[in-house]
């Protein structure tokens, strides 16, 4: 178990080393750092003199290991467009993407997981194939068109729901929170139904898929002729075998809901990273483009780190696979 | 003790394989094509996506104006809602933007960028996926394994997130050589670079199979081109998975394209695409000009729900262990 | 004479392709008494199976029962309502399955599939249930059982998780055991135990045992009687030894035929030519007729019903016309 950690553990700093390299190539090599910082009318000899200072002339791999561990301290230098340390605007925004993420998730897990155990339950229902026919628009609408749809009737037409920002938010420590006020908790309906609306049809069609291959085992058929209830065929074994591989890519889409948040972010003006990040690009502000990436892949390795070792205390049969010496 | 045993036909309820005939005539004699005719919502769905490329490809015919063309517009014309409403006007069917620019015509012509950017892409992401997955399975070894390591980490990451990278990327290159044009041109290699991953794997997966069967060892030992005659099997053996794939990625190349468009990372307004035209519109959604952004969303929304559509019941057909 | 535990009459199972109906069992009808282990034997796809599951209700769309009864102990099982058929599988008929690799849930510990059986189908408490699996555990032979009872299926054999599984199938303490081909999945070496096994638990109890299977050697060695099955009927049903010694039907004889015995080494072993047909071609007639060496014109026309002939029943009509003959 300790080497089956330890060895995911190795790939996730492998992986973060590639992102590592990507990521200082962009900000090495795509863009003259000097031009940036500089105006037009800067002398040649003060750009060579900002150049030196900016240790521009040392060897690449020794400006790639200081970009690490630079990074390694969450020092991803100045941004072009604020002129601010990229990490103080990545730190204030995070809170507000977080949330957002997480109730996402939380609401396409609920509703994606009940939708999807209906409709492979009750297979011809008229209910199971609206189901159905909801995730197909759900996976075939873009996110942004969702966006722009919700805004357009609840809060062009009817008016009940802001159609931009955080509302009012609390400061507890450095964390900004929307989730104490009436006014935060309004402006988080649309964007975590809007970021969350992808995820759900995704985890509903893989909790059919899953539940109806499952019913499909020998194991089931084995269940039903010992006679055991359908509810505890259907609950019990059913949904147990079903919700492992399910947790997992649940788990694993956090990371992609926190790079959708991007679109969702930039349709309600919500002030995340992901906003930020489109700015970025729009502006060619390359030490946030290259700090999002570090941040958002970190947080990916993370995940799948905790989802990898929380598979295997599900699964038994992991566990003594790992846990047997290679 | 006797322990002699029956003996056992297995195959007694596969189904009947016709020997005669090409592969194509085999697909298109049974299963396919019975399903296709069979699910009226795919031949709905089929006629849909054929009617948008006919739409596409004659956009110059069938528009009342070249929105492009800036001479065409007349500012006295803008802002005209459809032509059902009270205010509607001849011959603006879908109404026009704050610049004069037919609705229905910008449609036309933002429909040809869309499915230029999404096929051209979806091909390069082919190409790309399928050659690399060839390499990783012929070759074999640490070149299999690099190849199959960036795979792996690629996919962790959301399309849109890669494109949107290789977009600032080349902004940060070309600066103000980026024209209308070279942005396309970034477009498709964005998409290219986000979805070669599945083909690569499909790919690899099917040589890994044929690597170990018998016919290729004997090849090997007669001395055949054993590359060869494996290729003759690989290929048509992955043809079905890498259609539904190319349908499939087709409708999510679409949506990146929008999405970058949209975010205002990929075309420009001078040549927009479905989701340039959305990102304008939605400024005027609040003033009440609805159609502005209504018709082009509805027709993003119904191309990539009908090319869904299709790869749904491609991928369903062509997957005997689902019906 | 007593009520058989199981009584089948005229089974006919069908099931609907978009294609055509396919018939997978055709007027089959067999009795097994209390303590008595049926042998039912045949190629794949003679019905074998699709007969076990009918008796226990597990008959799935677009497969359904289109005719004839299934009687256990004279109450009739076929067309229950769902939760009444439910109350008798696992409670008055124990199934095993083929494949005890499968049949287990890999989720759940084997102790807890065992008492969430015994407590659906008894008032045991938790602590009773759990008492009850592990004496199940020790009488099917699983060494420790106080131990192994938290083991999940993972951990054990596939001899083992076939004793288990054979334990789930005995924990309500079943008249009936149908088991599916119980030994082909295993290693030889393993088979002759859970024969073995299967045989003792029957005696034991009195259960009665519908043994499926394509081995003759198990079935010779087993049971009391066996039905030979050829497309989806029966085509010879009797005591084990006139069945085996003295066949009657073609098919059965060519079956036999293929036994390789110990005294008879130099003799070549019968091969019956062609196969069987496919469900959607079945020859009118019998169906046996275009592989048969004495089929005449009435086999390809005529359908033979089993007739009685000394212990046995066969489905022949060379039969038929000795009958005829020596009633003559």
Known sequence: MLAFTLRRALQAIGVMIAVGIISFS???????????????????????????SLGLDDPVLVQFGRYLVNAAQFKFGVSYQFRQPVSTLLMERMPATLELAICATVLAMVFGILMGVYSALRRDTLLAKLFQAVSLIGISLPTFLIGILLIYL??????????FGRGEVVRLGWWTTGLLTV????????????????????????????????????????????????RAIHFGHALKNTLVPVITVAGLQFGSVIAFAIITETVFQWPGMGLMFVQAVQNVDIPIMAAYLLMVSLIFVTINLVVDILYTIVDPRLRATISRPA | MSDAVVPDRTDSNAPSVRPDGGWFRRAFESDLFYSFRRSRLTMLAAAVTVLFFLLAIFASVLAVQNPFDPAQLQLMNSRISPLWTADGQSPFLLGTDEQGRDVFSAILYGLRISLTVGVLGVVLAGVLGITLGLIAGYVGGAVDSVIMRIADVQLTFPAILIALLVN??????????????????????????????????TVRGSVMVEKNKDYVAAAQLIGLPAQKIMLRHVLPNTMGPILVIATINLALAIITEATLSFLGSGMPDTMPSLGTLIRIGNNYLFAGEWWIVAFPGLALAGLILSINLLGDWLRDALNPKLR | MTVPVLSVRDLKVEFVTRRATLRAIDGVSFDIAKGEVLGVVGESGAG???TGLAVIGLIDPPGRISGGEILLSGMRIDHLPAEEIRRVRGKRIG???????????PLYRIGDQIVETIRTHTNLSESAARKRAIDLLAEVGIPAPEKRVDGYPHEFSGGMRQRVVIALAICAEPELIIADEPTTALDVSVQAQIIALIKRLGRDHGTAVMLVTHDMGVIAETCDRVAVMYSGRIAEIGPVQDVVRNPLHPYAKGLMGAIPTLAGEDKRLVQIPGSMPRLSAIPPGCPFNPRCAFAFDRCRVERPEPLPNGAQAVACHLYDRAAEESAA
């Open chain 1, 154 to 163: 609840f809060a062009v037409t009817l008016g009940w729901l802001p159609s």
């Open chain 1, 183 to 230: 006014s935060g908790l309004k402006a988080l309906i649309m964007p975590s139904i809007t970021l969350g609306l992808f995820q759900m049809t995704l985890i509903m069609r893989l909790v059919r898929a899953e539940m109806l291959e499952v019913l499909r085992t020998d194991y089931i058929r084995f269940a039903r002729a010992r006679g055991l209830t359908t």
């Open chain 3, 48 to 50: 074998k199976s699709v």
């Open chain 1, 26 to 52: 962009m900000f090495r090599f795509a863009g003259d750092p000097v031009n940036q910082i500089v105006s037009i009318d800067t002398s040649a000899a003060e750009r060579a003199s900002i150049r030196q």
């Open chain 3, 95 to 105: 199934m095993i399955f083929q494949d005890p690799l499968t049949s287990l849930n």
């Open chain 2, 168 to 201: 600032g990327v080349a902004k940060s290159i070309l600066g103000n050589r980026l024209d209308a044009m070279s942005t396309l041109v970034v477009l498709v290699i964005a998409i290219g670079l986000s979805f070669w991953v599945q083909y690569a794997r």
